[in-house]
C-alpha cells in the first residue's frame, strides 16, 4: 500500500482537527471509494432486478441527464 503523504492542521492546543493532502490523493481515494461503494451495490442487487440489454437501454433513456 502506497503512503499517504499528509499534514496535519491543529488548533491552539495543538490538537489535530483536520488533515490536509494533496489533490491526486483526494482523487485516487475518491475513486477507490466509489468503486467499492459500487461492488457493495452489485453484490445487494437482486437475480429479479437484472435487466436484459434491451431492458437497459430502455430504462436508461428514461434518465435525466445532469450538466
Known amino acids: 500500500m502506497?503512503?499517504?503523504k499528509k499534514q496535519y492542521?491543529?488548533?491552539d492546543q495543538n490538537r489535530k482537527i483536520a488533515v490536509q493532502i494533496d489533490y491526486k490523493t483526494f482523487e485516487k481515494i475518491?475513486?477507490?471509494l466509489e468503486d467499492y461503494s459500487l461492488v457493495q451495490l452489485m453484490?445487494?442487487?437482486d437475480e429479479k432486478d437484472i435487466l436484459n440489454?434491451?431492458?437497459a437501454k430502455s430504462y436508461y433513456k428514461t434518465l435525466?441527464?445532469?450538466d
Open 2 to 4: 502506497e503512503e499517504i
Open 30 to 32: 475518491e475513486e477507490i
Open 53 to 55: 440489454e434491451s431492458e
Open 9 to 11: 492542521i491543529v488548533d
Open 43 to 45: 453484490k445487494e442487487n
Open 64 to 66: 435525466v441527464k445532469v
